[in-house]
């Protein structure tokens, strides 16, 4: 049996006026995806444990059958692992973002951009790197990642600050959020001194002079320390590969016992290499029994607030990832069993993650009990759920439905 799953990435949504009360998933063409859950089952799973952050790393950790409960440290340890930067006992792990700020004539600074226009990875490096140079310290270091998202490593100092994601609160004043920083030991000179590095740095200057938006700031927030995690071969017997173009999940992945293939050209944005995506998982399908297609730009363009980006980054998914992938396994001699689903939802109206149990089509070439004869809608998935009963109460009981076909209880 070989299993798949596919992530469209924040592609849940609430009814959006300009669509006469669809949501883009509901108003977007998606014939694979629909025809898949017409035949399969429809589920509804709590993907955020109650009093947990609905971020992609806790939802993507819910989706692998972990608990974050008992194994979530933060998101930036999940990172560092698949950037192969170990974290020591006396340090934390910080993502570093590259931001585009507005700081005000009175004094008050808005977040304008927590990506700084979708900053290129060539961009972001070489920034990080200026960062690094005149900013870095014995006890502080910076590596450059994927675009706007890096990594801080902080040795021998717990400072006090409750950080907040940069991209739930876009176009808000930021004012009081940046002054915390500035308070918060070592990491105001260095918030300091990363503002006067990109104020007049050459790639900036050259973004201004495109019409794009700087990188004028960096912004730290999902800290922790070194994760501890079962891998998926220990848990359940599973070995695989997950396809990401973002550090968070090649870290998960990583810690969790699977290959994370490079894909040249994935981006985690509307440009993404989908079919690089699509060879790599049935190369991985061809070696292991498990393989996580993770896909990034429903998700972005919730936080931007882009309805038609969105839209058209889940038809993007469903006729890039999910047609060929279901072309590709119905062809070969295994029997499969598939999942489609989002980690969390990314309403365009709020431009940030809701912890709302996420709607789920699985599917089984051998046939399921139950066929939904639904299409792959958040409403559909609950009206099928209020019938069937298929609703989930964590990640750990989904995977374990997902894998043994039912054999788990649910409720």
């Known amino acids: 049996m070989k299993y798949v799953m596919l992530v469209g990435d924040g592609m849940g949504d609430m009814p959006v006026p300009e669509l006469s009360g669809r949501t883009p998933?509901?108003?977007?063409?998606?014939?694979?995806?629909?025809?898949?859950?017409?035949?399969?089952?429809?589920?509804?799973v709590r993907t955020v444990p109650e009093g947990f952050p609905p971020g992609s790393d806790v939802a993507n950790l819910s989706l692998l059958g972990y608990d974050p409960r008992s194994c979530y440290t933060g998101r930036a340890p999940l990172e560092a692992a698949s950037m192969g930067v170990e974290i020591g006992p006396d340090e934390l792990a910080f993502r570093c973002n590259l931001v585009t700020l507005d700081f005000h004539e009175d004094g008050t600074i808005t977040m304008l951009d927590y990506s700084a226009g979708h900053i290129s990875s060539d961009e972001g490096t070489?920034?990080?790197?200026?960062?690094?140079?005149?900013?870095?310290?014995?006890?502080?270091?910076?590596?450059?990642?994927?675009?706007?998202?890096?990594?801080?490593?902080?040795?021998?100092?717990?400072?006090?600050?409750?950080?907040?994601?940069?991209?739930?609160?876009?176009d808000r004043d930021v004012t009081a959020y940046y002054a915390?920083?500035?308070?918060?030991?070592?990491?105001?000179?260095?918030?300091?001194?990363?503002?006067?590095?990109?104020?007049d740095h050459p790639v900036n200057r050259e973004r201004i002079r495109r019409g794009l938006r700087p990188a004028n700031a960096i912004w730290l927030w999902g800290e922790g320390g070194s994760p501890a995690m079962e891998t998926l071969a220990e848990r359940f017997g599973l070995s695989g590969s997950l396809v990401s173009a973002v550090d968070?999940?090649?870290?998960?992945?990583?810690?969790?016992?699977?290959?994370?293939?490079?894909?040249?050209?994935?981006?985690?944005?509307?440009?993404?290499?989908?079919?690089?995506?699509v060879q790599a998982a049935l190369a991985a399908l061809a070696?292991?029994?498990?393989?996580?297609?993770?896909?990034?730009?429903?998700?972005?363009?919730?936080?931007?607030?882009?309805?038609?980006?969105?839209?058209?980054?889940?038809?993007?998914?469903?006729?890039?990832?999910?047609?060929?992938?279901?072309?590709?396994?119905?062809?070969?001699?295994e029997p499969f069993r598939?999942?489609?689903?989002?980690?969390?939802?990314?309403?365009?109206?709020?431009?940030?993650?809701?912890?709302?149990?996420?709607?789920?089509?699985?599917?089984?070439?051998?046939?399921?009990?139950?066929a939904s004869g639904r299409p792959y809608t958040?409403?559909?998935?609950?009206?099928?759920?209020?019938?069937?009963?298929?609703?989930?109460?964590?990640?750990?009981?989904?995977?374990?439905?997902?894998i043994r076909g039912g054999e788990e209880g649910h409720g």
């Open 25 to 44: 998933l509901a108003a977007a063409r998606t014939p694979a995806m629909d025809a898949l859950a017409r035949r399969g089952e429809l589920l509804l």
């Open 126 to 170: 070489r920034l990080v790197r200026a960062i690094q140079e005149r900013c870095g310290t014995g006890s502080i270091r910076l590596y450059p990642g994927i675009s706007y998202r890096h990594l801080l490593i902080l040795r021998g100092e717990t400072p006090q600050i409750s950080t907040v994601p940069p991209h739930d609160h876009m």
């Open 180 to 199: 915390r920083y500035l308070e918060a030991g070592s990491l105001g000179p260095l918030m300091e001194c990363a503002h006067s590095v990109l104020a």
């Open 248 to 277: 968070l999940l090649k870290g998960i992945g990583i810690l969790s016992g699977l290959d994370v293939p490079d894909v040249e050209g994935a981006t985690g944005y509307l440009d993404t290499n989908y079919e690089g995506k």
């Open 287 to 333: 070696k292991g029994d498990f393989v996580l297609i993770h896909v990034e730009a429903p998700d972005e363009a919730g936080h931007q607030g882009l309805l038609a980006d969105k839209i058209r980054a889940i038809e993007d998914f469903d006729a890039r990832i999910v047609a060929p992938m279901v072309r590709a396994l119905e062809a070969g001699d």
């Open 338 to 370: 598939l999942v489609v689903t989002m980690d969390h939802y990314t309403p365009l109206s709020r431009r940030t993650h809701e912890d709302w149990p996420v709607p789920m089509l699985l599917y089984d070439s051998g046939g399921v009990a139950r």
């Open 378 to 402: 958040e409403a559909d998935a609950r009206e099928a759920v209020a019938a069937s009963g298929l609703e989930l109460a964590s990640g750990t009981d989904f995977f374990r439905y997902f």
